[in-house]
């Protein structure tokens, strides 16, 4: 009799883009509620980690009390927030921010992972992306460790958090969102085409990623290092195209990683090395017959640049700069999806 109602267990590719795509939209909101979690000033707002009590938020204002406490022993209160008169109020706003951004990374775990296990029960996943898919679970669990690894550098001898530390957080949510987009365009072809094989990544799309790879890097420095705030001008820095203020004290590589200047000019100049390639890839990306990929990578990283210079001119505008930081992540699929385009051939 239960067999009778059982799902059917054939490969069913076509069920898992839609789950995939699901998972990737929360993945793309998480990054904006981070965005939004640092440009408040609210990651450092939960002092400890706890993956399973710390689903609950405070319920009662003792509760609130004793997490404002926990709150007031590290450096960003003691040094910043303290003396300029946090309440409870505005500890409750920030740590708000820092509790939905854990808590979507919860719900992204379990969208994940429960899926995968009835998928997997229902023998539905086709041969050879159970490695794929666990892959990119283990490294949903990773991205929560890297998340507490980050908020643990600025909790002692900081007052904020690594921008090493941040850069490595941010990477590996939008390589995560990459990869389930890739993964969604390979199983959306073999739904089309049962003898289709996945995509391979070309040297060209592998170059065009590297060199947006930079860009995205030098942009979680400059969040990192508040380095949005050392110039409201463009295109020139102050009135000058390499700004003053730059310290190579420490030499050149220090300054090239550290130096909020340095690493703002650095982001500023690349984006346009970064537009050329994607330029190149879009109108290869074309040329395969993708027009719709073509259009979106041209539209994300145009909105993109405007954005980023918006949010240069507005003093970093919390909304545009949290925009900003959407609209980065929107281009990173475009990205993959023009590349997964290129290696259609190669994966044949």
Do not use: C
């Not at 408040?40 to 706890?50: A, D, H």
């Not at 926990?70 to 708000?96: C, D, H, R, S, V």
């Not at 085409?193 to 400059?222: C, E």
């Not at 074309?286 to 041209?298: D, L, M, T, V, Y």
């Amino acid at each position: 009799m239960l067999d009778n109602i059982t799902m059917p267990t054939t490969p069913r590719p076509d069920a898992l883009v839609k789950w995939l795509l699901g998972v990737a939209l929360l993945v793309f909101a998480m990054v904006v509620v981070g965005g939004i979690t640092r440009l408040t000033e609210s990651g450092l707002s939960i002092t400890e980690w706890k993956p399973i009590a710390g689903t609950l938020p405070p319920l009662n204002e003792a509760a609130w009390v004793s997490e404002f406490e926990k709150y007031k022993q590290i450096p960003e209160y003691t040094e910043i927030n303290g003396p300029a008169g946090m309440t409870l109020a505005q500890f409750k706003f920030i740590y708000f921010w820092e509790w939905v951004h854990r808590l979507l990374g919860r719900v992204i775990g379990l969208a994940f992972a429960l899926p995968l296990a009835w998928f997997w029960i229902k023998r539905a996943i086709p041969a050879g992306y159970k490695p794929r898919l666990l892959a990119l679970l283990a490294l949903g669990g990773l991205q929560g460790t890297i998340g507490w690894w980050m908020v643990s550098s600025g909790l002692t001898a900081r007052t904020d958090v690594s921008h090493y530390r941040l850069a490595v957080h941010l990477l590996t949510a939008l390589f995560i969102l990459g990869g389930l987009v890739w993964t969604a365009l390979d199983l959306k072809a073999l739904a089309r085409n049962s003898a289709s094989k996945p995509a391979k990544l070309t040297g060209f799309s592998l170059a065009v990623l590297a060199i947006l790879f930079v860009q995205l890097l030098f942009g979680a420095w400059v969040a990192g290092l508040n380095a949005g705030y050392v110039s409201n001008s463009w295109p020139l820095m102050n009135d000058r195209f390499v700004p003053d203020g730059i310290d190579t004290t420490k030499g050149a590589l220090y300054a090239l990683v550290n130096d909020p200047f340095l690493t703002h000019f650095v982001h500023r100049w690349w984006a346009w090395i970064a537009v050329i390639a994607l330029i190149m890839l879009a109108r290869r990306t074309k040329a395969a017959g993708a027009r719709p990929a073509s259009i979106a990578i041209h539209s994300a990283f145009g909105v993109q640049i405007l954005l980023g210079i918006a949010t240069v001119l507005t003093g970093v505008n919390i909304v545009l700069a949290v925009s900003h930081q959407a609209v980065g992540a929107l281009l990173v699929a475009a990205t993959v999806w023009g590349a997964h385009v290129l290696g259609r051939d190669h994966g044949t």
